[in-house]
C-alpha cells in the first residue's frame, strides 16, 4: 500500500510541476517553440493522471481503460516533444513536412489503443499481488502494442538524430543549447531502461518525461541564455579595445582579457596588483589618498626599432555582490594615446593659428602705423593750408585733399575695426548728435567721388524727425559711409538717394530709419544671403575693377547689430538696391528737425581755437621732424609754448632740465622708443607727474587700455586732428593755465 501511495504522491509532484512549467513557458520561452513544449506538457499531465487512476484501478475494465488512455497519452507527449524538438533545433522544413503524417501514425496509434477495450486487440490486463496483499493491474503486449512501441522510439530515434545533426552543424558557442537537450532525453532513454530493468509494478516512465520537460523548460529559459551570455560576455570583453583585469578578494588575478594581457603581458596564473600597471595606478591613488579610483599611466615602448610613448587611463575599482559586500577588484584599461596625440597635435595647431593671429595684428599695427605716420603730416599741413587761407579756389582743393585723406584712413579703419570686432572689442560711444549735421558731413563727404562718376546724391530728410539724438554718431556715420560708398561704387548712371526718416514708437526712443536707394547694377537673389560675409565679395569677375575688400558690410552688419539695430537689403538685378537700416536711438530734443539744408551758411567755417594757454608749456617727442612741425603748426594760435625732440634720448635730456605741463610723445621711434622714454622720464628727472599723452598709429584693439595700463594719461591716433589735440591738453593742463575761448 506504501508503494502505491508513495507512486501516486510522486505522480501528483509530477502534475503540479508540469502545470507550473506549463504556465512559465507561455511567458518566458519563443512561441514557435513555446507552443509545442506547452502541449508536451500538457499531454504530459494526462498521462500522469492516467497513470493514478492506474494505481488506483479497482477492476480489470476500469485498469484497462486507464491503461489505454496513459498509452495514447504517452503517444501524444512524443508526438509534442519531437515536435519542440524539431522546431528548437531550428529544423523548421522537416518540421512543416513531418508533422502532419506524423499526427496521422500517432492518431491511428492512439485510437488503436483507446479501442483495446473493444476489440483486446493490442494489449491484456492481468491483476499480480505483489507487495503483501495489494494488488497491481499490470499489461502484456499482443502485436499492435508492439507496434505502438516502435512508432514512440522511431520518434525518440528521429528526435535524437535532428539534435546530433545540429550540435554537429553548429558553432561552438551554441553548441550548448543543444547538448543540454541531448543530455535531458538521454537521461530520459536512460532512466527508462533502468526502470524496464528493475521490473517495477506501476509503470514510471512518464515520471521520466515528466522530469524531461520540466529540464527543458529551465535549461532553455535560464541555463542556456546564461551560458550563452557568459560565452558572448566573455567574447566581447575580449574583443574590446580596453583591457579588463578581475581579482578576486584575496587580490589573485582571475580574468584578463586579451587586450590587457597583449598589452601588458598579463599572465593570470601571477598576475597581482603588485605588478605593473596596477603597482603605478594604486601608487598614484594612495599619494591623492584614494583606495579605489582612476588615474593615468604613461610608459615608453619600443615599436619596430622606434620608442613610442603610450597613455592610458586606468580605473581601479571595488566590485560589489548584490549587498554592497565587496567581492573583488578590477582594473579598467583605457588606451589614451591617440588623444594625447590628438591634443597635442590641436594644441600645435592653436599656437600656430595664434602666432598667426600675433604675426596679423603686428600686420595691422604695422601697416596703421606706416601709413597713419605720413597721412598724419599730409593732414595736418593740409589743415595748416585751410586755417592760413581765405581763397575760396585753394580751400576747395585743400578740402578735397582732406576728403581723400579721410577715405584712405576709413579704409585703414575698417580694417581694424573688422580685428576689433574679431576680439570683441568694439564698443559703443554715445553722444548728443544733429542729425542734419551727420548727413550733411556723410553726403558732403561722398559729393566728390559722385561727381566723379557723374552721379547724383540726393538727401531726402523727414522733416518731423526730433532735432537733437543721443548715440553714437561715429558708428552711424560709419555706417552710412560704408552703404553709401557702395552705393556710388556699385552705381554706373544715376545715382543714390539717401532717404532718413523715423519711426515713433516712444517719446524718448525712436528707430532712426535710414534708406539708401541706387540705380546700380543690383544683386542677384541668390548672392543676397552672402553680402554680409567677411571678406566675400559678390560677383567678383564683374566687380574686379572695383576696390573694396569685402570687409565694409560685414562691419556694417556687426555695428548696426551692436546698437541693437537691423539692416536689409531689397535688390534687383541691373535696376539698383535699397539698403534699409534701423537703428533705435534715444531723443533728446523732441522738436522737429525742420528742412533738411544740404549747405549751411558758414559750415565751412574758419577755424578759431579752443583756448588759449601762453603760460603752459609742453614737450612733443616723435621721430618724424614733419610730424613735429604740424604739432606746433596745429598749436600756434593757442600760444602753448611748444618744445620738441626728435627722439627719446632728446627728450630724456630735456626733461632733466626742466618741468613741462604736458608731454605728447610718439611711440615708435628708433631706441628708446616711446613706452621706454615714458618709463625713464617717470622714474627721474623733474617730470615724474607730468601726465604723458601717448600718440600713435597703433590703433588696433587694446591699444589704449595698454598705454593706460603702462601709465600713460590717454592717447592720440595718428593723423591727429586739431580738435582732438586741443580737447586732450584742456583736460590735461593745470587749469590755472588755460583761459577758455
Ligand atoms: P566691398 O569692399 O567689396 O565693397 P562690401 O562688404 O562693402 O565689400 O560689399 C560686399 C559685396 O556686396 C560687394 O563686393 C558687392 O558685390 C556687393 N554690394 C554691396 N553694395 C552693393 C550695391 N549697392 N549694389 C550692388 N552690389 C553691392
Given at each position: 500500500m506504501l508503494m502505491k501511495i508513495i507512486f501516486v504522491l510522486i505522480d501528483c509532484a509530477a502534475v503540479l510541476g508540469l502545470y507550473f512549467t506549463h504556465k512559465a513557458v507561455g511567458r518566458n520561452i519563443k512561441e514557435e517553440y513555446g507552443i509545442w513544449l506547452r502541449k508536451t506538457l500538457f499531454a504530459g499531465i494526462i498521462a500522469m493522471f492516467a497513470n493514478i487512476l492506474i494505481a488506483y484501478s479497482f477492476d480489470y475494465a476500469f485498469a484497462s481503460i486507464s491503461f489505454s488512455i496513459y498509452f495514447a497519452s504517452i503517444d501524444w507527449i512524443l508526438y509534442y516533444l519531437v515536435g519542440f524538438l524539431l522546431a528548437y533545433t531550428e529544423h523548421d522544413k522537416a518540421l512543416k513536412i513531418m508533422y502532419r503524417p506524423a499526427a496521422v501514425v500517432f492518431g491511428l496509434d492512439s485510437l488503436s489503443l483507446l479501442t483495446n477495450r473493444i476489440f483486446g486487440h493490442a494489449f491484456y490486463v492481468f491483476s499480480k499481488k505483489n507487495y503483501g496483499d495489494v494488488h497491481f493491474y499490470q499489461t502484456r503486449g499482443l502485436m499492435p502494442f508492439y507496434i505502438h512501441l516502435a512508432i514512440d522510439y522511431t520518434a525518440i530515434a528521429i528526435a535524437l538524430f535532428f539534435i546530433i545533426y545540429r550540435l554537429i552543424k553548429t558553432y561552438s558557442i551554441y553548441r550548448i543549447k543543444y547538448v543540454i537537450i541531448l543530455s535531458v532525453l538521454m537521461l530520459v532513454i536512460l532512466l527508462n531502461l533502468l526502470y524496464m530493468m528493475l521490473e517495477?509494478?506501476?509503470?514510471a516512465s512518464v515520471i521520466f518525461y515528466a522530469v524531461a520537460g520540466m529540464l527543458i523548460y529551465f535549461s532553455i529559459h535560464s541555463f542556456v541564455p546564461r551560458s550563452l551570455k557568459i560565452s558572448s560576455l566573455e567574447r566581447a570583453i575580449n574583443d574590446m579595445k580596453e583591457g579588463l583585469v578581475l581579482f578576486d578578494i584575496s587580490d589573485n588575478c582571475i580574468y584578463a582579457n586579451d587586450f590587457s594581457k597583449q598589452r601588458f603581458d598579463i599572465d593570470e596564473s601571477t598576475y597581482?596588483?603588485?605588478?605593473?600597471p596596477a603597482a603605478t595606478i594604486i601608487t598614484n591613488l594612495s599619494v591623492k589618498g584614494e583606495e579605489f579610483g582612476e588615474s593615468n599611466y604613461s610608459r615608453t615602448v619600443a615599436k619596430d626599432s622606434d620608442e613610442v610613448r603610450e597613455h592610458y587611463v586606468i580605473k581601479y575599482n571595488r566590485l560589489n555582490d548584490g549587498k554592497g559586500r565587496m567581492i573583488g577588484s578590477y582594473l579598467l584599461i583605457e588606451d589614451n594615446t591617440d588623444q594625447v596625440r590628438y591634443l597635442d597635435e590641436i594644441k600645435k595647431a592653436r599656437d600656430i593659428a595664434n602666432e598667426a593671429n600675433n604675426a596679423k595684428s603686428s600686420f595691422l599695427a604695422n601697416m596703421s602705423h606706416e601709413i597713419r605716420t605720413p597721412l598724419n603730416s599730409v593732414l595736418g599741413m593740409n589743415e595748416m593750408i585751410m586755417r592760413s587761407t581765405e581763397d575760396k579756389q585753394l580751400l576747395e582743393y585743400a578740402g578735397n585733399i582732406k576728403s581723400s585723406g579721410d577715405a584712405l584712413l576709413s579704409l585703414i579703419n575698417d580694417i581694424l575695426d573688422f580685428s576689433k570686432i574679431e576680439a570683441n572689442r568694439m564698443e559703443i560711444a554715445p553722444v548728443d548728435y544733429d542729425p542734419h549735421q551727420l548727413l550733411r558731413d556723410c553726403c558732403n563727404n561722398f559729393e566728390q567721388m559722385a561727381e566723379i562718376k557723374d552721379l547724383y546724391i540726393k538727401v531726402e530728410c523727414d522733416?518731423?524727425?526730433?532735432s537733437r539724438l543721443y548715440g553714437d554718431d561715429k558708428l552711424i556715420r560709419q555706417i552710412l559711409a560704408n552703404v553709401v560708398s557702395n552705393a556710388i561704387k556699385y552705381t554706373r548712371e544715376g545715382g543714390v538717394t539717401v532717404r532718413v526718416s523715423d519711426d515713433g514708437f516712444a517719446e524718448d526712443v525712436r528707430d532712426l530709419v535710414i534708406e539708401v536707394s541706387d540705380t546700380g547694377i543690383g544683386i542677384a537673389a541668390d548672392d543676397i544671403k552672402y553680402l554680409?560675409?567677411?571678406?566675400k565679395r559678390i560677383n567678383e569677375k564683374q566687380n574686379a575693377t572695383i576696390q573694396g575688400t569685402g570687409l565694409g558690410l560685414a562691419i556694417t552688419k556687426e555695428l548696426v547689430t551692436l546698437m541693437h539695430g537691423s539692416i536689409s537689403v531689397s535688390s534687383k538685378e541691373g535696376q539698383g538696391s535699397t539698403f534699409t537700416i534701423v537703428i533705435p536711438q534715444k531723443v533728446v530734443e523732441a522738436k522737429p528737425i525742420g528742412e533738411f539744408k544740404r549747405h549751411v551758411e558758414g559750415s565751412a567755417k574758419k577755424y578759431t581755437e579752443s583756448f588759449k594757454a601762453p603760460d603752459a608749456c609742453i614737450l612733443v617727442v616723435d621721430d618724424a621732424r614733419l610730424n613735429l612741425k604740424v604739432a606746433q603748426a596745429l598749436l600756434k594760435n593757442t600760444e602753448i609754448q611748444v618744445e620738441t625732440a626728435g627722439g627719446g634720448n632728446e627728450a630724456i635730456e630735456k626733461c632733466r632740465g626742466k618741468k613741462y605741463d604736458c608731454i605728447l610723445l610718439d611711440h615708435?621711434?628708433?631706441?628708446?622708443d616711446g613706452i621706454q622714454t615714458f618709463e625713464i622720464i617717470t622714474k627721474e628727472?623733474?617730470?615724474?607727474?607730468t601726465p604723458v599723452i601717448m600718440l600713435t598709429?597703433?590703433?588696433?584693439?587694446g591699444a589704449e587700455e595698454e598705454y593706460i595700463k603702462l601709465g600713460f594719461a590717454g592717447y592720440l591716433s595718428k593723423p591727429i586732428r586739431g580738435e582732438d589735440l586741443e580737447a586732450a591738453l584742456i583736460r590735461y593742463l593745470p587749469e590755472e593755465k588755460v583761459k577758455a575761448q
Open positions: 517495477l509494478p506501476l509503470d597581482t596588483p603588485k605588478c605593473e522733416e518731423t524727425i526730433p554680409f560675409d567677411a571678406f615708435r621711434m628708433p631706441e628708446p628727472g623733474m617730470n615724474t607727474d598709429a597703433n590703433v588696433i584693439s
